[in-house]
């Protein structure tokens, strides 16, 4: 079994800081690639950012400049760092691994609330 456990969320005010984090229940080696995504309510999920096992990242176009994703090998930990906050990334952030094309798997989410 794979299990994501997601950490970090919270209520923030405009202008602020979270780091989330998704510790694995194995080596994040054995994925292809760890990524971040958000469900805004009402909304449809989305994607928020991506690391390959080569470290190459991917960000979604409404979050380039302000968010971070990052990894630790030691820790099986993906992390994402956000900052400059705004009201619009008020969401549930999921965490998801890729094993292959057709097989991934999802966290259980964490709730981010941005106040104006």
């Known amino acids: 079994q794979v299990q994501l456990v997601e950490s970090g969320g919270g209520l923030v005010q405009a202008g602020g800081s979270l780091r989330l984090s998704c510790v694995t229940s194995?080596?994040?080696?054995?994925?292809?690639?760890m990524g971040w995504y958000r469900q805004p309510p009402g909304k449809q999920r989305e994607l928020v950012a991506t690391?390959?096992?080569?470290?190459?990242?991917n960000y979604a176009d409404s979050v380039k400049g302000r968010f971070t994703i990052s990894r630790d090998n030691a820790k099986n930990t993906v992390y994402l760092q956000m900052n400059s906050l705004k009201p619009e990334d008020t969401a549930v952030y999921y965490c998801?691994?890729?094993?292959?094309?057709?097989?991934?798997?999802w966290g259980q989410g964490t709730q981010v609330t941005v106040s104006s």
């Open positions: 998801n691994a890729v094993l292959t094309w057709r097989i991934d798997y």
């Open positions: 194995r080596s994040i080696f054995s994925f292809n690639a």
């Open positions: 690391i390959t096992r080569s470290s190459s990242s």
